[in-house]
């Protein structure tokens, strides 16, 4: 007969099975019975944030850095809300998080006691899946089928709701083990069929203008299928673009590389999606930033998708070969089929892809991440392209915020790695960036992380500087100050006739005396000439800092294709604005 | 002001409309119609009927029917999206008119008139298993078991007669023969 324990204590046994050495959180009234076993439960450390959300943020970091899933320990009423974004956040980009909230005890819920919500109620549409624990009984299973849903399939948050008197309450722990096999129903991957395969390779074999789109689910697929991706990229000698989730799953200054797609990615990229005969999606979803315009998406390709998730086929673009498969899995069969039956295929179709790599280089020479440098003024792409040199000689992680840096962080940023690039790409979240570097600095110690960042963003959630400052996270925060919140900025300027409609912040914190009062380090660069150097030193400096970078107020996010517009009719840069029609303009 | 110009996107071409009953069979613990629920409002899809009620009392298996109108996009996104859901154990689909497949709903309709004007009811409501359930000198509440288009026509001519209150259950479905979903 298994000894009884507490609720509480139930929690950390099922942690430590679960081999959890981190967990992100703030407590509260409904969590104490949990806090207080805490000092018994020596492997698991707990990284106190100064607020839910970036409890949150710094769990997500921690997970996309790491592979592992991200654990978050939070009190009920407010606790739980705080932490909504950050579980919508990771639902929309796959991440695996595991939410542990505090709820009143079970006799008052429903009665609007202090510090109630309907926390499950609320968590529903942004978790995978939620449970409120009735029965300390329960509760080891429940904690145990919580990490299985959180990293089986398309990965995703979810939530165990645990009520004061269920965390005293004595009951059995027991550790549970694959407790979905049972039921499938696509909530977990299949093995790929060797008819998918050869269907996949004849329309490899007739493409004579092929395109590899890759997405964030080759990353969550592990290291493993990014390096499976690099071969079959080589043994097909195609050419590849990645979505913004899944820059690292190949080598960004790959000749092969096209750069990013999208509707801030680069020109060549976009046209070879729109003018290809053969698309292979692999690990991407179709997403609207993508696909512009639907019904003029790549009008004449078959195209091909691989995704784990049954649902993310077909909800946008209807596809010609569709594969339900991790992505690792399929690639690895891929590869072996394909060599077995196709030894000489590169040399063979060097020839009937030579005309499409020719037009490709056509459009390469328009150079569309190209920018108008200045010597006198910091230009925001300038500032992210010395930074990409200066430190892509260590193995770096880059988390942003949300907005013009982040697109030229993904433009200008090349990433080898896979797991280097964290950043908030479906919700869009100004804040991501400062606390998730938390989270990629605690699972990546002794590494450089930068939070590119704009400075609304990161004001969002600067109060996490103070958890930095505490656990003696050395993160950088690379602000690309241009006093405005400048995708919006953007928008205004080129849709709303330039009314800057509440888009400029009058009174901005002095970041370096800011940085001072959390006691870090504040730099602050003015002008191109000291750039290198203040880099060199944030670089150097074994603590947080906040690196204030003067930019170019006026500076647009370019090449932009409007969105609602296909492919092929992108703005390059500012020589082109005025000739966005009202329709067009309509259409962003 | 200027024209409001922040649009997404244009919306894309539009399928044929299609209706569609769809059924899921769920573990019945709480909140679980309320997953159900949300996932279609959530993502915009409708819901014109729905039916619920355990039907393994050992195993806690609840039936869901759903009633639902889409393009064959949306149904397909409805079964992918239903399936995901944990509680979920299978989802079986059928397009409206479909051969092999039984549907029925249950109404109870309460009509207040004379015992002439219940002859009426009662005559108009034959085709459709009618079960007189309560009747007073003024009223009578009749119970009919028909498909959901004929009940809705029936009820549109029991106005006339004075009809006062109507509930009906959604449809339920079943396969014919020996044949069950799966």
Not at chain 1, 499 to 517: G, I, Q
Not at chain 2, 158 to 179: D, F, N, W
Request: positive net charge.
């Amino acid at each position: 007969m298994p000894k009884l324990i507490s609720g509480a204590e139930i929690v950390f046994k099922a942690l430590e099975d679960q081999k959890v050495d981190y967990i992100f959180g703030y407590p509260g009234g409904a969590v104490l019975p949990i806090y207080d076993e805490l000092k018994n439960h020596k492997s698991i450390k707990h990284i106190l944030a100064r607020h839910e959300q970036g409890a949150g943020h710094a769990a997500e970091g921690y997970a996309r850095s790491s592979g592992k899933p991200g654990v978050l320990l939070v009190t009920s009423g407010p606790g739980a809300t705080n932490a909504v974004t950050a579980l919508t956040d990771a639902y929309m980009d796959s991440v695996p998080l595991v939410c542990i909230s505090g709820q009143v005890p079970t006799h008052l819920i429903g009665t609007d006691a202090f510090q109630e919500c309907d926390t499950t109620g609320i968590t529903r549409p942004c978790t995978k899946h939620n449970w409120l624990v009735k029965d300390v009984n329960d509760l080891s299973r429940i904690l145990h089928l919580a990490f299985e849903v959180a990293t089986t399939g398309r990965p995703g948050p979810v939530l165990v709701d645990i009520p004061k008197d269920i965390q005293f309450k004595k009951g059995k722990y027991k550790y549970f083990k694959n407790i979905l096999k049972k039921k499938l129903n696509g909530k977990a991957a299949r093995k790929p069929l060797n008819t998918e395969l050869d269907k996949f390779i004849d329309l490899i074999k007739k493409s004579s203008k092929p395109i590899f789109y890759t997405g964030g689910g080759v990353i969550n697929s592990g290291p493993e299928a990014s390096k499976y991706l690099r071969e079959l990229v080589s043994l097909t000698g195609f050419p590849i673009t990645s979505t913004l989730q899944g820059l690292g799953a190949y080598p960004g200054d790959d000749p092969q590389f096209l750069g990013m797609l999208g509707m801030h990615g680069t020109y060549e990229a976009n046209n070879a999606m729109h003018d290809c005969d053969l698309m292979i999606n692999i690990g991407a979803r179709f997403d609207d930033r993508i696909t512009g315009k639907v019904d003029e998406f790549s009008p004449g390709s078959k195209k091909i998708h691989v995704d784990i998730d049954p649902s993310s086929i077909g909800k946008n673009i209807k596809v010609d070969l569709a594969i339900v498969s991790d992505v690792s899995e399929l690639l690895k069969s891929l590869i072996k089929r394909f060599k077995e039956k196709n030894k000489n295929f590169l040399n063979s179709n060097k020839q009937k892809t030579s005309k499409w790599w020719e037009q490709i280089d056509k459009w390469r020479e328009k150079k569309s991440l190209n920018f108008i440098n200045s010597d006198k003024i910091i230009k925001p792409q300038h500032a992210v392209q010395r930074l990409y040199e200066l430190t892509k000689n260590q193995d770096t992680f880059i988390t942003t915020e949300v907005g013009q840096h982040q697109m030229w962080a993904a433009q200008h940023y090349k990433f080898n790695k896979p797991n280097r690039w964290m950043t908030s790409g479906g919700l869009g979240t100004m804040g991501y960036g400062l606390p998730a570097a938390i989270g990629v600095q605690i699972a990546n110690p002794g590494k450089l992380v930068v939070d590119i960042a704009g400075e609304a963003s990161v004001l969002m959630t600067m109060q996490e500087m103070s958890t930095a400052v505490q656990y003696r996270l050395p993160i950088k925060i690379f602000i690309l100050n241009n006093e405005y919140m400048g995708m919006v900025r953007q928008w205004q300027e080129l849709l709303h006739e330039r009314n800057y409609s509440e888009s400029y912040t009058a009174a901005l914190p002095d970041f370096v005396k800011l940085a001072e009062s959390y006691g870090c380090v504040g730099i602050r660069a003015k002008t191109p000439s000291e750039l290198d150097e203040k880099i060199k030193e944030m670089i150097s400096i074994d603590k947080p800092v906040i690196f204030d970078c003067v930019v170019d107020k006026a500076e647009n996010c370019f090449p932009m294709i409007p969105s609602g517009k296909p492919h092929n009719q992108m703005i390059l840069g500012p020589e082109e604005e005025e000739e966005i029609s009202d329709e067009g303009k309509v259409l962003v | 002001m200027a024209k409001s110009k922040s649009a997404y996107s244009v919306p894309g071409k539009i399928g044929k409309i299609e209706r569609h009953i769809i059924v899921v069979w769920v573990d019945n613990e709480a909140g679980v119609l309320a997953r159900i629920a949300g996932l279609f409002s959530g993502r915009g899809y409708n819901i014109e009927s729905l039916a619920v009620a355990e039907v393994d009392k050992k195993k806690h298996i609840s039936r869901i029917t759903i009633v639902t109108e889409g393009t064959p996009q949306v149904i397909e996104q409805i079964n992918l999206q239903l399936k995901k859901l944990v509680p979920v154990h299978k989802v079986a689909d059928f397009k409206r008119g479909e051969k092999d497949i039984l549907f029925r709903e249950l109404a109870l309709f309460k009509v207040l008139g004379n015992s002439k004007k219940q002859e009426k009811v009662k005559k108009m409501c034959k085709k459709f298993n009618p079960v007189i359930l309560d009747k007073t000198n003024k009223s009578i509440v009749i119970q009919v078991t028909a498909l959901r288009a004929e009940i809705d026509k029936l009820a549109l001519d029991l106005k006339r007669l004075g009809l006062i209150s109507t509930s009906r259950t959604g449809s339920v479905a079943m396969t014919k023969g020996s044949k069950i979903f799966n």
